[in-house]
């Protein structure tokens, strides 16, 4: 199976990768994390996007704050799929990180979840690395399941509280 490579910008985006690899730990996709900066460390940064398919990676997962270049920056060095996480933080509270990880120019694409979105980082990425993985489908499509059901059940215990 594919691994999936996870970079912050800072060790101060770990709260919310820590979300992204708990859920990867759950549903069994292997991954690989480091911090590099698209303005601090650049040749590091674009040393592992360049050789990120050959070290057996079948996505990216990149999350950084404010000036959120760094999704960009891996994107600009790979062909495989990247998705950025944009950070909350800084003087628009996490907007700034947002624009800059969604407007990326044509040709170099980025898929952007929401701001400190780490869990559906995550999920994106398996849902890519499940693309030739049955067995890691199946397990997706149980989680979904589990979700609804989760939903219903809270649904049905409103209903009998309303419904008196």
Same mark, same amino acid.
């Given at each position: 199976?594919?691994?999936?490579?996870? +970079?912050?910008? *800072?060790?101060?985006?770990?709260?919310?990768?820590?979300?992204?690899? /708990?859920?990867?730990?759950?549903?069994?996709? &292997?991954?690989? #994390?480091?911090?590099? *900066?698209?303005?601090? #460390? @650049?040749?590091? !940064?674009?040393?592992?996007?360049?050789?990120?398919?050959?070290?057996?990676?079948?996505?990216?997962?990149?999350?950084?704050? =404010?000036?959120?270049?760094?999704?960009?920056?891996?994107?600009?060095?790979?062909?495989? $799929?990247?998705?950025?996480?944009?950070?909350?933080?800084?003087?628009?509270?996490?907007?700034?990180?947002? &624009?800059? #990880?969604? %407007? =990326?120019?044509?040709?170099? $694409? +980025?898929?952007?979840?929401?701001?400190?979105?780490? +869990?559906?980082?995550? &999920?994106? !990425?398996?849902?890519?690395?499940?693309? *030739?993985? @049955?067995?890691?489908?199946?397990?997706?499509?149980?989680?979904?399941?589990? /979700?609804?059901?989760?939903?219903?059940?809270?649904?049905?215990?409103? %209903?009998?509280?309303?419904?008196?």
């Amino acid at each position: 199976m594919k691994k999936v490579g996870i +970079v912050m910008g *800072s060790d101060s985006d770990l709260p919310i990768l820590r979300k992204a690899m /708990d859920m990867l730990d759950t549903l069994g996709v &292997l991954y690989e #994390t480091h911090i590099y *900066s698209a303005h601090r #460390t @650049p040749v590091e !940064a674009r040393d592992f996007a360049l050789n990120a398919r050959a070290n057996g990676f079948g996505c990216i997962i990149a999350a950084a704050g =404010m000036a959120a270049h760094l999704a960009g920056a891996i994107a600009a060095n790979t062909t495989l $799929p990247v998705i950025g996480i944009p950070c909350k933080g800084g003087m628009m509270d996490g907007l700034d990180a947002l &624009l800059a #990880t969604v %407007q =990326m120019p044509s040709g170099i $694409p +980025v898929a952007t979840v929401a701001v400190n979105g780490g +869990v559906n980082a995550a &999920l994106l !990425a398996a849902q890519i690395i499940a693309v *030739s993985e @049955p067995e890691l489908a199946e397990k997706l499509d149980a989680k979904r399941a589990s /979700d609804a059901a989760t939903v219903l059940k809270k649904d049905a215990a409103l %209903q009998a509280e309303l419904n008196k």
